[in-house]
């Protein structure tokens, strides 16, 4: 196959440059509809991370909310690793201490809805969480630390 793109892109043929100087390990995905319908409205590139710094750009505009996805399939935030596990990295990473509550003498995750919520909140979103873009993991919180 890859002679076949070889011969089908000559010169425009993408060149291995070598490593960046870092190693991913996942990403998200992000249908191609908002990526499209950004690029196109504002040249807003949404598949790299520094458009959706909030205070430069609304990204938003481009996702559903949080309310748009129902909860069918999701997992209480109790039964979540990040309500759990996670909660402390995130804080010993970057201070937000205001998304944790503790529960029975144990530090967990301050969700909407207590433990039997579905959401938690970022700091940029927790005064209007609609204007947030909902992300959501596979299990109980996929890669949670990587």
């Not at 499209?36 to 430069?56: K, T």
């Not at 530090?107 to 207590?114: I, R």
Request: glycine share 12%; net charge negative.
């Amino acid at each position: 196959q890859l002679p076949t793109l070889r011969a089908f892109l000559g010169p425009l043929m993408p060149e291995d440059a070598g490593e960046l100087g870092y190693e991913g390990f996942e990403s998200v995905y992000l249908p191609h509809r908002p990526k499209d319908v950004a690029l196109e409205a504002e040249g807003l590139a949404l598949d790299f991370y520094r458009s959706f710094n909030r205070s430069w750009h609304n990204t938003s505009q481009y996702f559903g909310r949080y309310t748009d996805v129902g909860n069918d399939g999701l997992l209480p935030c109790a039964t979540t690793r990040f309500y759990r596990e996670g909660v402390s990295f995130h804080v010993a990473i970057t201070g937000d201490a205001d998304g944790v509550e503790i529960v029975n003498g144990t530090t967990v995750a301050k969700c909407e809805g207590g433990a039997s919520g579905y959401w938690w909140f970022a700091p940029a979103c927790r005064a209007n969480p609609a204007t947030c873009i909902p992300v959501i993991t596979t299990g109980d919180g996929w890669h949670l630390t990587s």
